[in-house]
């Protein structure tokens, strides 16, 4: 593979030159969808716009080397389809970014010349999913909204790294489960045991019980969730020994990587400790970074991104809570076992940000869809316009 520096001798505009014809797919991805699919005009402006963000990102916002993972994935794409890797290679390969890399490098847009370009891949990626979103009539008003103006999902899906293809796998994975589609939901699945192996075990029993339970017609009743939830303490407790010593080495392993001293971590201590952590740990990492913990200006937006994002939830599920009881609990469950796993684990805040977001823009999405949730604030019944024939009626009696 030839030396990939050579694209920043032509400065700052020149590399993203090199990058208009991945932009021009994605714009024609916009307004082709518009057209065929009847995707209203708000909402092709507001994907118009994101089509732009990958130029704005890298080197605008913050430096590339702020999340280096992008030029691990850049390189890896170029040496696939450079032949210098074979992809059945890249997909066999014991680490994940060669593996990610195999399957970006299979969507149809020009080799990448910069770190700025599998921002374009995933741009593609998050449109296609919009599309699938919007025919398989999934979103609701509230949820398009959502989905359109997380900063968060803007932020990673604009990026060059493997987390839109986790999203979108897990997305359509859910999707076609809905659809009682046992062999599609299945093929998605796989590329996240590829990829995202701790996603994979979140998501798998969650798209099992999903068809066992019947739940997008169903729904899972109270007292089963909390069965489930018993006995997944139960196993908690009973691997305890066997886990500790595994979530420690991926504690340290991952606060290592994102640049922490080892001796900074605090390990689980014991069975006691592990399910307290295990159930509390949840909660936490859903909201952190707090606004008094964070230490840089992304982390201190994305404080209060997590302010509105909490609120939303809560109001949401407050919906959902009256409305569809039973879809609700089956995705509090889902959210209750992605954000333990996650919290066990994960002690940067940076990455808890880039982790979380696929869950909470997943059961935004199913909760809408499922409980019927089309706005923020249910609206109160205008009962003004019976008054007139109350007074009539009582006229006519008199």
């Not at 890399?101 to 020009?110: K, R, V």
């Given at each position: 593979m030839s030396d990939l520096s050579w694209i920043y001798g032509y400065g700052f505009l020149g590399i993203r030159l090199f990058e208009l014809p991945s932009l021009l797919i994605c714009l024609l991805l916009v307004l082709s969808a518009g057209y065929l699919f009847s995707v209203p005009r708000k909402y092709q402006i507001v994907l118009v716009l994101h089509c732009f963000l990958p130029f704005v990102l890298n080197d605008v916002l913050f430096s590339a080397s702020y999340m280096p993972d992008q030029f691990k994935y850049w390189r890896g794409v170029n040496s696939i389809r450079s032949g210098e890797i074979e992809i059945f290679?890249?997909?066999?390969?014991?680490?994940?970014?060669?593996?990610?890399?195999?399957?970006?490098?299979?969507?149809?847009?020009?080799?990448?010349?910069?770190?700025?370009?599998?921002?374009?891949?995933?741009?593609?990626?998050?449109?296609?999913?919009?599309?699938?979103?919007?025919?398989?009539?999934?979103?609701?008003?509230?949820?398009?909204?959502?989905?359109?103006?997380?900063?968060?999902?803007?932020?990673?899906?604009?990026?060059?790294?493997?987390?839109?293809?986790?999203?979108?796998?897990?997305?359509?994975?859910?999707?076609?489960?809905?659809?009682?589609?046992?062999?599609?939901?299945?093929?998605?699945?796989?590329?996240?045991?590829?990829?995202?192996?701790q996603n994979f075990y979140i998501l798998g029993p969650i798209v099992l019980l999903y068809f066992i339970f019947n739940v997008a017609k169903k729904g899972m009743s109270l007292t089963k969730a909390i069965v489930i939830s018993a006995i997944g303490l139960a196993v908690l407790l009973v691997s305890a020994p066997i886990a500790i010593p595994i979530v420690n080495s991926a504690r340290v392993s991952m606060f290592v990587e994102d640049g922490g001293d080892p001796k900074d971590i605090s390990l689980i201590t014991g069975a006691g400790d592990f399910v307290f952590q295990g159930l509390t740990s949840a909660f936490y990492f859903l909201s952190k970074p707090l606004p008094w913990?964070?230490?840089?200006?992304?982390?201190?937006?994305?404080?209060?991104?997590?302010?509105?994002?909490?609120?939303?939830?809560?109001?949401?599920?407050?919906?959902?809570?009256?409305?569809?009881?039973?879809?609700?609990?089956?995705?509090?469950?889902?959210?209750?076992?992605?954000?333990?796993?996650?919290?066990?684990?994960?002690?940067?805040?940076?990455?808890?940000?880039?982790?979380?977001?696929?869950?909470?823009?997943?059961?935004?999405?199913?909760?809408?869809?499922?409980?019927?949730?089309?706005?923020?604030?249910?609206?109160?019944?205008?009962?003004?316009?019976?008054?007139?024939?109350?007074?009539?009626?009582?006229?006519?009696?008199?």
């Open positions: 290679e890249a997909l066999s390969d014991q680490g994940n970014v060669l593996q990610a890399s195999a399957l970006l490098a299979l969507i149809p847009f020009p080799t990448p010349v910069s770190v700025i370009s599998l921002g374009f891949y995933n741009t593609f990626l998050y449109i296609i999913l919009f599309i699938i979103l919007h025919v398989k009539k999934i979103f609701t008003h509230l949820s398009t909204w959502f989905y359109l103006l997380f900063p968060s999902l803007a932020l990673y899906t604009a990026l060059s790294l493997r987390e839109t293809l986790i999203f979108f796998f897990m997305i359509t994975a859910i999707v076609y489960a809905r659809e009682s589609k046992i062999f599609k939901s299945t093929i998605c699945i796989v590329p996240i045991y590829l990829i995202k192996i913990e964070a230490t840089s200006a992304l982390q201190l937006i994305q404080s209060f991104e997590n302010v509105f994002v909490l609120l939303i939830l809560f109001l949401v599920t407050r919906q959902a809570w009256k409305k569809q009881l039973d879809k609700l609990t089956f995705w509090l469950l889902f959210m209750a076992l992605g954000m333990s796993v996650y919290g066990l684990v994960v002690a940067n805040y940076g990455t808890a940000v880039r982790y979380r977001y696929a869950f909470v823009v997943i059961y935004v999405l199913f909760v809408c869809a499922d409980c019927n949730i089309t706005q923020l604030f249910k609206k109160k019944k205008n009962t003004n316009h019976m008054q007139p024939s109350i007074n009539s009626l009582k006229h006519k009696v008199e």
